[in-house]
């Protein structure tokens, strides 16, 4: 499995950015629970923002609740992540994570995945 994120970029605060996640190889997003996460300098990386494949709810942090969703494309091949209304404290590298194993711990749990991409960098200026 490989996942490719893209969609970073410098943008001013109060834009906007989609971030996307492709997924190839033997397994998709398709049954399989994944998430957005992301580290800013210093700090333990974070959930954002995820999908739960039993239910199909999407799930995001209170931090970015009302500014940022999740979505996946019809194939299930690639996930988003829309943001809006960007802050400088949203400025970090993001990463998407998948968990083929089907494992039943929560969405935000970062040893849940097995599978990372290699994180698109946003960075927000005041």
């Known amino acids: 499995v490989q996942l490719q994120a893209s969609g970073g970029g410098l943008v001013q605060a109060g834009g906007s950015l989609r971030l996307s996640c492709a997924a190839s190889g033997q397994q998709t997003f398709n049954r399989n629970d994944m998430a957005w996460f992301r580290q800013a300098p210093g700090k333990e990386r974070e959930f954002v923002a995820g999908?739960?494949?039993?239910?199909?709810?999407?799930y995001v942090d209170d931090s970015v609740k009302g500014r940022f969703a999740i979505s996946i494309d019809n194939a299930e091949t690639t996930v988003y992540l829309q943001m809006n209304s960007l802050k400088p404290s949203d400025t970090a590298v993001y990463y998407c994570?998948?968990?083929?194993?089907?494992?039943?711990?929560?969405?935000?749990?970062?040893?849940?995945?097995?599978?990372w991409g290699q994180g698109t960098l946003v960075t927000v200026s005041s």
């Open positions: 994570a998948l968990d083929v194993e089907r494992s039943t711990e929560p969405l935000r749990y970062r040893y849940k995945y097995g599978y």
């Open positions: 999908i739960k494949w039993s239910s199909g709810g999407k």
